[in-house]
């Protein structure tokens, strides 16, 4: 089993920053993924960002691209989402998750998840 704590969320202007954290522990593994996803009122969980706990391989949702960076700190067992530029149309719950083996970007291939942090942008 895998832990995960995510948080740093809040509310924020647009143009603004926030950085989440996502505390992973139990059996973690040098072999994870670890992804950050987002689900808005009324619409379905989509991904954001995932990195490759191994060799730090990262890929990026193209509505974030440009704006969002993720990083991990391994000493930590910690992922960072730093958000950059953010818009109204980022606000969300923003869940941290975990998965066995490569990045993905679908939901349903993560086996943990984090609790959520609310991410809210004024307009």
């Known amino acids: 089993q895998v832990h995960l704590v995510d948080s740093g969320g809040g509310l924020v202007q647009a143009g603004g920053s926030l950085r989440l954290s996502c505390v992973a522990s139990?059996?973690?593994?040098?072999?994870?993924?670890m992804g950050w996803f987002r689900q808005a009122p009324g619409k379905e969980r989509e991904f954001v960002a995932a990195?490759?706990?191994?060799?730090?391989?990262?890929y990026f949702a193209d509505s974030v691209k440009g704006r969002f960076a993720i990083s991990k700190d391994n000493a930590k067992n910690t992922v960072y989402l730093q958000m950059n530029s953010l818009k109204f149309e980022d606000t969300a719950i923003y869940y941290c998750?975990?998965?066995?083996?490569?990045?993905?970007?679908?939901?349903?291939?993560?086996?943990?998840w984090g609790q959520g942090t609310q991410v809210t942008v004024s307009s």
């Open positions: 139990g059996r973690t593994s040098s072999n994870y993924a």
């Open positions: 998750a975990a998965r066995y083996y490569g990045l993905a970007y679908i939901a349903t291939l993560y086996d943990y």
């Open positions: 990195i490759s706990w191994s060799d730090g391989g990262t």
